[in-house]
């Protein structure tokens, strides 16, 4: 008879555990869901918050608290951060202001689940399944996104109720209570606060968020264990300081690998919510008591309870804030010296962010500035190549001109492999638009440098054979390349002013392209009639080669043509 108990309840604890595993699941896919919803429907507001963010440091925590609030998890929004630090959109300080905002913006979840704490699993489904149906049969794209995000919300109040219900009945088990006890931060017996009960508290909360990875899942499950009178209030307000130290692990998956400004941003998130907790943990054994005594927390319903772990959150991450906001360029100066700059200059690289982690407007931006950095790499060696031309030429240059084409080899590549992920994603149809026209361009960048690495080959190919050009020829080839130049600048200013201005600065694109064309005709021309003059001074394979670099500023001018090509698609659409 005791053997068949024990086999019961050992059922009955698997089941349990399976339920709440699973109502979390369910939860953090709703969290998901409703994310990805908002961050589609708010994509081109979350790009000018973005930029928001560069002015001053308190528009940098409203951006943090913000983005935060809407995409519901602060462990987003510091690895978009990491990301933008990564691809240069912004800086370290810029950054700690976002960090620091987003700590404030991640409380939103404590709210959602107090102010709701009645909604049960037959509302979560009800409003997931029209959500979907929503979702599947929408026909405008506005309306398909609304439908992922009442789908998550409905995910969330199904999610939620399966925990609370199935952890109810844990309420009577001795040994899960006795286990809760062990890390209860005020003595049961005594009433007395213990502080070895406040850091087993903490390491709690944080190894928890860490593993889970969500501080607004790990909240969520406060909430409802304090609202269950499993724990107290106490001990919920102190699981609350750890869970700001296990959120910070997220950002360093993000920043593994990453150059230094990003670990440095990863660091700064982990440094500021942990001196955070330093700074306020002695301040809980005077001032949980006196809150208790002042407002009567353990008195108070469900209902209440939930508002008062929700609002210690809070509280928690704005006087942080408040604490911190004076000595940012202080603190950034500290994260400098721990972690100092690199001794040999680092790109950045894409291919260290984890693009399904960032909100696609987000993560399209970065690849943008990736491309400009690409854009930019060109414009030099064109350049670079203009001195070889003018007999200026220098071993070094010539290697940094050969490096930098294996370079945006590379960078091509990355930013292929980057925009293809998140091109298997759902994306508003703008920013499908923006990425598909990011391939392209970055494709032809590759293609320019190829053709600038092919044309140096030629001019060393000459000079091995002690070959020179004539005056006439070498009047001839600056002209074109200068024209090629000025093409290839108006170009890439345009991609870097963005779709709006395109069509203003690209206006005479193609009649600039016509006369390159017509200039390389008038170039080839001259040189076959000399050879068919049997101009003594006239080397017939210094010839050959002049006829090979035709062909290659013509291919550089059809790149750059194709290059403008696609952004004026981008604003046609």
Not at 71 to 100: E, F, K, R
Not at 326 to 354: C, G, M, Y
Not at 382 to 399: A, H, M, Y
Not at 411 to 434: C, K, W, Y
Request: aromatic share 8%.
């Amino acid at each position: 008879m005791n053997t068949l108990i024990a086999s019961s309840s050992a059922v009955f604890t698997f089941a349990t555990f399976a339920s709440v595993i699973g109502g979390l699941g369910i939860f953090l896919l709703g969290m998901k869901q409703i994310s990805e919803g908002l961050q589609a429907v708010a994509g081109p507001k979350m790009r000018k918050l973005v930029a928001a963010a560069t002015t001053n440091r308190f528009a940098g925590v409203l951006t943090g608290a913000v983005v935060t609030g809407i995409i519901q998890a602060s462990a987003v929004t510091t690895v978009m951060v990491v990301g933008m630090v990564t691809s240069g959109i912004m800086t370290l300080m810029q950054a700690i202001n976002v960090i620091i905002g987003a700590n404030i913006g991640t409380t939103v979840t404590a709210w959602l689940v107090a102010i709701f704490p009645k909604l049960d699993a037959t509302f979560g489904l009800g409003l997931a399944g029209f959500a979907a149906l929503v979702y599947l049969f929408a026909k405008r794209e506005s309306w398909k996104y609304w439908g992922l995000i009442f789908l998550g919300l409905g995910l969330i109040f199904y999610g939620l109720d399966l925990v609370k219900s199935n952890m109810s009945p844990l309420s009577q088990t001795e040994s899960f209570i006795d286990a809760l006890k062990s890390f209860a931060v005020t003595d049961v017996a005594t009433g007395a606060f213990s502080i070895w009960g406040m850091l087993k508290c903490i390491f709690v909360g944080a190894v928890a968020t860490a593993l889970i990875q969500s501080s607004s899942a790990t909240t969520a499950i406060a909430v409802v264990l304090v609202t269950q009178r499993m724990i107290s209030f106490d001990t919920a307000a102190t699981l609350v300081l750890g869970m700001n130290i296990g959120t910070t692990v997220t950002t360093w998956f993000a920043a593994i690998g990453a150059p230094t400004e990003a670990r440095r941003a990863a660091l700064a998130h982990t440094l500021f919510n942990l001196i955070g907790v330093i700074i306020m943990a002695p301040f809980f054994p005077i001032a949980l008591p006196l809150a208790d005594k002042l407002f009567g927390i353990s008195q108070m319903d469900t209902t209440g309870l939930g508002f008062a772990v929700a609002g210690i959150h809070t509280a928690f991450n704005v006087v942080n804030t408040v604490i911190f906001l004076p000595f940012t360029s202080q603190f950034a100066w500290l994260i400098t010296r721990i972690i100092p700059d690199a001794k040999i200059h680092e790109l950045p690289r894409l291919t260290v962010l984890n693009p399904l982690k960032l909100a696609p407007v987000v993560a399209v931006e970065q690849a943008r500035k990736e491309v400009e950095q690409m854009s930019n790499r060109c414009e030099t060696i064109i350049d670079g190549v203009r001195e070889v031309l003018n007999g200026k030429t220098t071993e070094e240059l010539e290697n940094s001109i050969f490096h930098a084409e294996e370079e945006l080899d590379i960078l091509q590549h990355e930013v292929s492999q980057f925009l293809g992920v998140i091109m298997t994603t759902n994306l508003p149809s703008d920013v499908a638009n923006r990425a598909r026209m990011l391939l392209r361009v970055a494709d032809e960048l590759e293609s320019i440098s190829d053709d600038v690495a092919a044309l140096l080959k030629q001019f060393i190919r000459m000079r091995k054979a002690n070959m020179k050009l004539s005056e006439r020829g070498q009047t001839d080839l600056i002209s074109l390349h200068d024209m090629c130049r000025t093409f290839a600048g108006t170009v890439f200013e345009a991609f870097r002013q963005g779709k709006v201005y395109a069509a203003d600065l690209l206006n005479h694109m193609h009649s600039d392209a016509s006369g390159i064309t017509a200039r390389v005709k008038e170039i080839r021309k001259a040189q076959m009639t000399r050879m068919a003059d049997k101009d003594p001074t006239l080397n017939p394979l210094c010839t050959v080669v002049v006829l090979d670099m035709l062909n290659l500023y013509r291919r550089l001018k059809e790149d750059c043509l194709n290059i403008g090509e696609a952004m004026l698609e981008e604003g046609r659409v």
